[in-house]
């Protein structure tokens, strides 16, 4: 079958020449194309093009100048621009081998799937190539996770965290996918119930470059898999969750060291607007971004508002403390609960609201893509 190969990368330009000779030599006979997708600061591009002038097989490019959405953003990015039905998604890194390749492609043409994955944990294949113990125990307990939040969608699938997959691009909707970070496979496989297969393949160590794995991703991952098991509003509830804990906490600590509780009261909800601010543009409303204007504008919105929300809720908590005589971190607690429905309202309809197609145009996050494609 004609085949795109998707590879998303940042800053590996040392593996770019092994990777592809790889590929040829298994990809013998067989008619395909590579699609790197590039999201790197350092020389990769030049990397891959100076690559792609001597290559037997077609190589092309696409240096993204205002990445976004990560590399699952990089992925649908090249589902958009393959120029085959079937493509295969894998790492830059060679920890997928290429030599993996033609097994998934036999078992798709099967005809009765729409994804292949290639997996770590089926029988026969290995989880080698993670760094280290720690690594190893995130990823299975990740997985365990992600199983138990889609039993259906998943079953059959001992890898759905796995970035290294074939797809039939005609078997679910490209634009409906609202990928953060890493994990594309889980934003595919969630959002529609597709035939799926899967071949052992044994995940090698790095050949060159550093891990892009972080702290960071890994708050991106579980922000996915809120928002695809319970939508936007519950990881707005998440985030609120977190700020109310942390503004509680800044309360109560404040009252300890001798502080009025109404004053404490407000200095934790400074703290905690700039903080939650902060999650909900990283996090919960990422995908909007985009579209809404520029990021101190949002600010500005949400500060102000959040401002006066508390404004009217603190002298709701000191009629409760002083009327009813309950706790003041109780009171706190109920009148938090009250403004959750409220800011969520207005984030989501009035900070992150699309601009016109010229305010949009302006922003800096929506400048258009420079493509460059090579051969």
């Known amino acids: ?34 699609l790197f997708v590039d999201d790197s600061t350092d020389d990769t591009p ?36 393959a120029q085959s039905r079937w493509c295969l998604v894998m790492d830059g890194d060679l920890q997928h081998p290429p030599e993996t ?40 307990v990740s997985n365990l996770l992600t199983k138990a939040m889609f039993p259906r969608k998943l079953h059959g699938c001992s890898d759905p965290m796995t970035g290294f997959f074939l797809v039939d691009r005609e078997a679910f909707d490209v634009e409906a996918l609202r990928p953060r970070g890493f994990k594309i496979l889980l934003e595919v496989l969630a ?16 050949h ?80 909007m971004r985009s579209e809404s204007g520029r990021m101190r504008h949002r600010f500005v919105k949400s500060f102000v508002f959040n401002n006066v929300e508390a404004a009217v809720r603190i002298p709701v908590l000191w009629v409760l403390v002083e009327g009813t005589h309950i706790p003041a971190v109780l009171a706190a607690a109920l009148t938090l609960v009250a403004a959750f429905i409220v800011r969520f309202v207005f984030h989501a309809l009035v900070v992150y609201a699309p601009k016109s197609s010229a305010a949009a145009a302006a922003a800096p996050g929506a400048r258009p893509v420079r493509v460059r494609a090579d051969r």
């Open 191 to 206: 959002r529609r119930q597709l035939r799926t297969a899967e071949v052992p393949f044994n995940f090698d160590e790095r």
């Open 1 to 34: 079958m004609d085949l795109t190969i998707i590879v998303p990368t940042y800053n590996e330009g040392p593996n770019v020449v092994e990777l592809l000779g790889r590929i040829g030599a298994a990809m013998t006979g067989r008619d395909f194309e590579v």
């Open 208 to 287: 060159a470059g550093a891990s892009k794995a972080s702290f960071t991703q890994g708050v991106r991952f579980l922000s996915q898999l809120t928002m695809l098991r319970f939508g936007r509003m519950s990881a707005f509830a998440l985030v609120g969750g977190f700020g109310a804990i942390v503004n509680l906490l800044i309360m109560w600590g404040l009252i300890r060291l001798g502080m009025e509780y109404v004053v404490a009261a407000i200095i934790a909800s400074e703290v905690t607007i700039i903080g939650n601010f902060l999650l909900l543009e990283y996090l919960v409303f990422a995908d």
């Open 46 to 81: 030049a990397v891959v093009r100076t690559a792609a002038a001597t290559s037997p097989f077609p190589v092309r490019l696409l240096h993204r100048e205002q990445p976004t959405a990560g590399l699952g953003g990089a992925v649908v990015e090249g589902f958009r621009l």
């Open 101 to 140: 390749i033609p097994t998934l492609l036999a078992r798709a043409e099967a005809g009765d799937v729409d994804v292949v994955v290639a997996s770590r944990y089926a029988a026969g294949g290995t989880s080698k190539g993670l760094a280290d113990a720690t690594r190893t125990t995130v990823s299975r």
